[in-house]
């Protein structure tokens, strides 16, 4: 590991801005990114571990990198997003451009408009049902996707303005179905920003970048957005930030290109500080920049510039490095990757009560006397009556083959008085497995229910019935499908397949029990 790739890995920082909108004659140019503190961002700061974990090591092994990368252009990269009347800018970056990129690919599916993954549910969600715009933290938004994946587009349509009284979708199939493909991880690295780190194009400050953007990695990053610019041919060029405003927002950094030029001092010669570029996706229509798209200077990520004159005296402002904000002088970068998950159990809680109030539940599995438990989930501040919250128990119960039976499995309520209408535990297809019960003599917000699966019960009944051997004939036709664990219960004689084998016997059991 070189030098500057391991101070890269021992670096801090300080908060990134807050939340505010630029608006302009032209465009209401919303922002939103919330401060992330320097402890939250270091917990997942790149490590040779991480980087071998992102499939990013043979990439840092290279003896050089291309001229130019543009990931843009990638079949799964979505068309460019109109964040529009709130700032919504840090689900764009990371729900529609990040993670629509990684699911995408992950699973060979050519990006539409409508299989992009939408803001919209991950935004409400993290805004904890406040009454007024707050914008959101990148890490509260990749939580989010930890625990629930998202809606495609055409299954959860952005909004462009803001909706205070915006409810959690009801699609409930399709947020199960969220589950099946979800964000796993996440890595954080950053730039120096202080005095004049990047001299050159094949400066080594650039090297974990280029790595990541190399190995089809997309970044997310985030700045004031106060940019001097100009143009060069048909390309926007920024090449100084400035401290003229000071809150956050959110964007992706698609490419680079080391051929990339602006004659930023005008003295009508390209100076090698005045090369190089990182090409970025914003999320304020395609009439911003070139068709959504601009380029930043790598010089612009140097807090104080390489590039030779005085040509900074008539601009206003004091500079900042191009990826950071006032009280930081480094620039931030975040990369994800993604996975499809077995969902067996799940949770299903149903609400109904008038009034907000806040939700956080804890995900419990009980054995005898020994518990154990998920993390807290994201609060929900639920401003309407009646909502639905659906969870995938990976955390507590990895599989069904080993969690079938002798155990309870539930949910752990606190915040302010929310008492649970219903709560079932089910499978990854909504059907009902058990319902909860309130734990008696425990405080109220404890619900728990019986997990006792039994071979050839299908249909979770408690029996074995004729009904449980339709739905397998079902199932072995072709007809029908089951969930995994209708597929682990249908497997009547334990040998890994559901055939027609396991009807016989299932058959052969009714008769021998009438």
Known sequence: MTASIAALLLATTLPLGSIAEDVTEKHRFMKGDIPV?????????????????????????????????????????????NQGYIGSCTPCAVVYYQFTYEANKLNKITTTAENAYSPNWPFYYTQNGNT???????????????????????????????????????????????????????????????????????????????????????????STFSFDEGTSGNDTIYYRCNTKEDDGHSFVVVGYDDTKAYDVNGNGIIEESEKGAFKIANSWGTDFGNNGYVWVLYDALNQVSNIPGNWESSLSGDRIAAFSVPSSDMNRFSAINVKNYEVDYVVELKFSNVGASFVIPTLVRKVGDSESVSGRLAPHKETN???????????????????????????????????????????????????MYSVPGKPTGRYLAPIDLIRGDVNYNGTITNADVILVTRYCSGWDNLSNIQIYLADYNGDGKVTNTDVILMQRYIANNS
């Open 385 to 435: 009556s009646d909502f639905t919250l659906i969870f995938d128990c990976a955390d507590i119960c990895q599989d069904v083959e080993t969690y079938n039976k002798d155990f309870y499995l539930g949910v752990y309520l606190t915040g302010q008085e929310r008492r649970l209408n219903y709560g079932y535990v089910t499978d990854n297809r909504g059907n009902r497995i058990e319902t």
């Open 132 to 222: 007024a715009d707050k914008g959101c933290s990148f890490t509260s938004v990749y939580d989010f996707l930890k625990r629930h994946g998202a809606l495609h587009m055409s299954d959860d349509p952005y909004n462009i303005t803001y909706d205070s009284s915006k409810p959690l979708p009801s699609n409930y199939d399709k947020i199960r179905e969220s589950l099946n493909t979800r964000l796993s991880s996440y890595t954080n690295f950053e730039i120096p920003g202080t005095g004049t780190p990047i001299v050159s194009v094949n400066d080594s400050d650039l090297e974990m970048a280029k790595i990541y953007l190399n190995s089809g990695k997309i970044l997310r990053t985030s």
């Open 37 to 81: 503190d320097d402890e939250t961002f270091m917990e997942n700061i790149i490590t040779e571990a991480k980087m071998k974990e992102d499939g990013i090591y043979e990439t840092y092994a290279l003896k050089g990198f291309p001229t130019k990368v543009d990931l843009s252009t990638s079949i799964y990269f979505p068309p460019i997003i």
